[in-house]
């Protein structure tokens, strides 16, 4: 029985991704991505059973890495979609102006806002893009980030949301711009200045990630020290379903889960005493899971 329930579990996300598709893909055939997002995670499942310890992380690396282009290529280069947090300020004052919720926002809302309250912080592990190509750096260290540095978000923040809102007071046209496109278009020759600011967001991105990524010796420093992003899941992922649980197996207080963890959350402070892992900085990467010992975390 065990050996039938097994492969099931590994295709859930998959066949869970392909159901929101066939739903989906009668308002736009490009839905069809959501297919591929679920078979990506199954494949770092699967992946991910192949290892043993710390490398079983390899296998959410290989997922998250396959879905990237998702993201990247047909979304942000086909389709000239800027998922970064400054262009939701355009597409929430068109969704003001005319009550037309749309593209970017819809992302947000679900992967940023409402998919937090049931998987947490779980898309930053398992489909940031950034973060597809910082699992894959070749360091090994994973020194803490000192809590000093963790306040830069909050002006990244404030500049990635105040600069969209004074270009849309000092009369910008972003409609043009950014959200004109005549439907049914898998390439795009509309909407420059949204591709604009995808390859301007995100360069910024990669080129300060990798280089915070070498200087702290910490694969994921940006998400702790600039990333905004996070900021935003901290709030529903506090309240988050699913979270790291203790399995009643008894903590024996080794530590490896906290040194080991990429986003510095104290895990075997929670485990050890009975409760789930409440720090909305966990990203369900599951690294405290293969490294403990003990098998005390799920």
Known sequence: MRRMIDPIQKLMPFILFSALSAVLMFRWPGFLFFAWIGA???????AS???????KQTGRKI????????????LGLMQRENLQLEETVFYLAYFIAGGIFTRVLIHYAIAKVGGPLVFGRGFCGWA???????????IKENKPIPAKYHLI???????SLIVPFIMIQAGYDYVAQHIYDPPGRFVTQ?????????LIGNGLYYATAVPLAFIFRKKRAFCKIACPVSLVMKLPARYSIIKKTPTGETCTECSACNRNCPMDVDVMGDIGSGRRVGSTECILCNTCVHVCPAGAIR
């Open 40 to 46: 990506c995670i199954s494949i770092g499942i699967y």
């Open 49 to 55: 059973g192949r290892y043993k310890g710390r490398e």
């Open 63 to 74: 997922a998250i890495l396959l879905m990237s282009p998702v993201f990247l290529l047909f």
């Open 128 to 138: 940031c893009w950034t973060a597809a190509l910082l699992e894959w750096l070749p």
């Open 153 to 159: 978000r909050y002006p990244v923040l404030i500049v």
């Open 190 to 198: 509309y909407k420059y200045h949204q591709l604009l600011f995808f």
